[in-house]
């Protein structure tokens, strides 16, 4: 029997250390990412008070003026750096459909302090290394986001051992990939709608996601997460108290031969009767390899009746055109980028 829904997973055994517990643990992963690609996870090991200071403070960040916000706003390279505005960007365009722009604002940034190395700062290397943008304002948010991000990158790597314990590899396959991982941390507001959404104009289109995984911490408010099962229905993922959701991307779909699902998802809008209260903070968190790690099927993935689909690619040159794509979802037309206007956090449609 497959999952249609979001399966929930205790990592306690994992940790615990025995060799059942483990298997345990990455045989149900297993199944999940097989079945529907998206589960949720608990016993996993992380501080609450990590995770409420680094929300408490995107959430206060989220609520500066937008002029300076933009202080720190993203440019056209691909590096993927500071505060996205609300209504200028349309996740869809990666799959292809062009819609209204999402209702969404955001602040990204990549691995903290990377060292001063040619390896890191030169070549393709360059735009996954780049140096973050920090806001002046709240004086917390550094340290805070600082934490969670340390916090969320430790936990990918656990991830990744299940993961190599599910395909019948040493547990620390992974780890020669992931010693100099190129991760992308994104927090997400998703303020409340006063106003009617366009036709097809979601808080966040469909799409996938291109990474290895995306460890994602949600809120319980109106107009949520979904991901569409097996049978093409979307199925809402629920938000569980000290968890958070996994789903599989791109990279890890062609590591496992397809045998892993990076499943499409999208982000709803609230019902117009809960639009006024249904502010979310989402903070997601891309879990990626090294720049120049080589995405090749896994030995245990392919076999006489199994053929390997994909050409093998490097991450980062992976990533650059999925980027690429996505900038395209931004070149709508000046007409429709004045239908919105960002003088504060919440959404205004003019005339």
């Not at 501080?47 to 300076?68: G, K, Q, Y």
């Not at 600082?146 to 590899?169: C, K, N, P, W």
């Not at 990279?251 to 006024?276: E, F, Q, Y």
Request: proline share 9%; hydrophobic share 35%; with cysteine.
């Amino acid at each position: 029997m497959t999952h249609l829904d979001i399966p929930i997973i205790d990592l306690a055994p994992y940790f615990e250390g025995s060799h059942d517990g483990k298997r345990r643990v990455a045989a149900e992963i297993n199944r999940a990412c097989e079945d529907i690609g998206f589960f949720v996870i608990t016993g996993h090991g992380v501080d609450p008070e990590i995770c409420r200071s680094a929300n408490a403070a995107a959430r206060e960040f989220f609520d500066l003026p937008v002029a300076e916000k933009l202080k720190i706003g993203q440019t056209s390279d691909p590096a993927n750096r500071g505060y996205e505005a609300l209504a200028t960007e349309i996740l869809s365009a990666t799959i292809g459909k062009i819609t209204p722009p999402d209702l969404k604002e955001s602040f990204s940034l990549g691995p903290l302090n990377p060292p001063d190395d040619p390896y890191y700062h030169t070549g393709a290397a360059a735009p996954h290394y780049a140096p973050n943008m920090w806001p002046e304002r709240p004086k917390n948010f550094r340290k805070a986001i600082e934490s969670y991000a340390d916090a969320m990158e430790i936990l990918g790597r656990d991830l990744h051992r299940l993961t190599a314990i599910a395909f019948d590899l040493p547990e620390d396959f992974f780890e020669p990939k992931l010693n100099n991982p190129f991760y992308i941390f994104r927090a997400l507001n998703y303020p409340d709608q006063p106003n009617e959404p366009e036709t097809e104009q979601l808080r966040a289109g469909e799409h996938s996601d291109y990474d290895n995984l995306t460890i994602c911490l949600i809120e319980d408010k109106p107009g949520g997460l979904q991901a569409r099962n097996t049978e093409g229905a979307w199925v809402d993922v629920p938000e569980m108290p000290g968890g958070f959701v996994v789903n599989i991307g791109d990279l890890m779909m062609r590591w496992t031969n397809d045998r892993w699902k990076s499943t499409r998802h999208r982000v709803i809008n609230p019902p117009r009767d809960r639009a006024n209260d249904s502010r979310r903070i989402s903070m997601c968190f891309f879990v990626e390899p090294n720049h120049d790690a080589v995405i090749e099927c896994l030995p245990t993935c392919h076999g006489a009746d199994e053929p390997i689909k994909y050409q093998p690619v490097t991450a980062g040159d992976y990533m650059i055109e999925k980027f690429a794509r996505q900038a395209e979802g931004k070149e709508w037309s000046e007409a429709d980028r004045r239908k919105f206007d960002t003088s504060d956090t919440e959404t205004r449609f003019t005339d």
